[in-house]
């Protein structure tokens, strides 16, 4: 989902059939995955040959005479915020030419799209209204083992270690992949300890997730979106506001017990002591202290969970990374270190 398009930005309208269509509303952001039929115009899409190819050979026939849809999946998110503008696009969409028609049901009640997170019960109503559709609910977490489980056996190089800047994919074996914890970083964070095919449970979670750094963020820094304040924890040095070991110990480490002096004493620790005024802290220090904060406290609940219930793999999956090196090398700092 690395690169899923912001739809609300895109001028051109699909010109070819929808035939599915899914949902995940969450508390930040709606994605929505569709499947595309192919048609001239679809297939000129690519600028991507090797994309072209991949999804080409994934759409032919495979040896036996089983017919496969051949099309295309895309891929588009939302701020939930903005949902209005999801169902403009939704709207767009021509609805009704696609698979969606359930030939049993009343009229009125004869579209629907599968829909999942809290969003799919919150606004039911509301697609109801606007578009004259059902949501088909499915329960956030099944899908969210299921599409795990399902990405880890079948796509080769869908799960990698990150840390120093070194990106190294895992080898699944299929037989071998259970239990491990799935850490879903969204607006909140939800750990789940999958043991099997349909086989979970939610064993924690913490409140100090993706929509804690957007939206703290925004108060402290008055960035306008996300993606700047991303941007932002670039070029900050984090030292300006956090307290480090080094700050209490006048330099040294506390060795004895595994501190070093870098270590962050106390996050934001340095903003209390200091006889700065507000305005005199940057705001890419202040993101770039709390992306840090954030995705450390992430990373320990994450590694305690995986020592209490005996777990040797921990998988980090959700918007709030979306392959930020930094976010990934401070998530696996914080693992390693505790
Ligand atoms: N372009 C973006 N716009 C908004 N948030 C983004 C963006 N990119 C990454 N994020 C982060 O991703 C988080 C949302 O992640 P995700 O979509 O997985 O969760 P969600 O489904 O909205 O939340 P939940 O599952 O808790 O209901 C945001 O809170 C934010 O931290
Ligand atoms: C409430 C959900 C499950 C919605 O996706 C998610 O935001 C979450 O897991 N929040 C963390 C709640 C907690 O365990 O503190």
New binding site residues.
């Given amino acids: 989902m690395d690169h899923l398009a912001?739809a609300s930005n895109q001028n051109s309208q699909p010109q070819t059939q929808i035939s599915h269509l899914a949902l995940?509303i969450?508390?930040?952001?709606i994605?929505l995955v569709y499947f595309c039929r192919y048609s001239d115009s679809c297939r000129d899409d690519y600028d991507d040959d090797e994309l072209r190819s991949q999804n080409d050979s994934l759409c032919s026939k495979r040896g036996n005479s089983r017919p496969v849809l051949e099309g295309r999946l895309h891929f588009a998110?939302f701020?939930?915020s903005k949902i209005n503008d999801c169902l403009e696009f939704l709207r767009s969409m021509k609805l009704r030419i696609g698979g969606f028609h359930e030939s049993t049901a009343p009229l009125s009640d004869k579209i629907f799209i599968k829909a999942t997170?809290?969003g799919a019960y919150k606004f039911a109503d509301l697609f109801k209204e606007k578009l004259g559709v059902s949501l088909d609910k499915e329960d956030?977490m099944e899908c969210l083992v299921t599409g795990s489980n399902f990405l880890l056996k079948a796509v080769h190089q869908e799960a990698f270690t990150y840390l120093d800047s070194q990106k190294e994919f895992v080898q699944i074996d299929p037989n071998d992949l259970y239990p491990y914890l799935l850490v879903?970083?969204?607006?909140?964070v939800?750990m789940i300890k999958v043991d099997g095919d349909g086989k979970f449970e939610r064993v924690s979670g913490t409140s100090l997730?993706?929509?804690t750094?957007?939206g703290l963020g925004r108060l402290l820094t008055k960035c306008k979106?996300?993606?700047e304040l991303l941007e932002l924890s670039h070029q900050g040095n984090n030292r300006v506001v956090d307290m480090l070991v080094g700050d209490i110990y006048g330099g040294t480490d506390y060795a004895k017990f595994g501190l070093s002096s870098t270590t962050i004493a106390s996050s934001f620790g340095k903003a209390i002591s200091d006889n700065k005024e507000l305005d005199d802290y940057q705001p890419e220090d202040v993101s770039r202290s709390l992306l840090r904060m954030i995705s450390n406290n992430i990373g320990q609940i994450s590694y305690l969970n995986a020592l209490r219930f005996g777990l040797k793999r921990i998988f980090f999956a959700?918007?709030?990374i979306?392959g930020h090196a930094y976010t990934m090398d401070t998530i696996s700092v914080a693992v390693n270190f505790w």
């Fill in positions: 912001d995940d969450g508390g930040s952001l994605k998110k701020e939930t997170g809290g956030e879903n970083i969204g607006s909140g939800s997730g993706g929509g750094f957007w979106n996300f993606d959700g918007f709030f979306r």
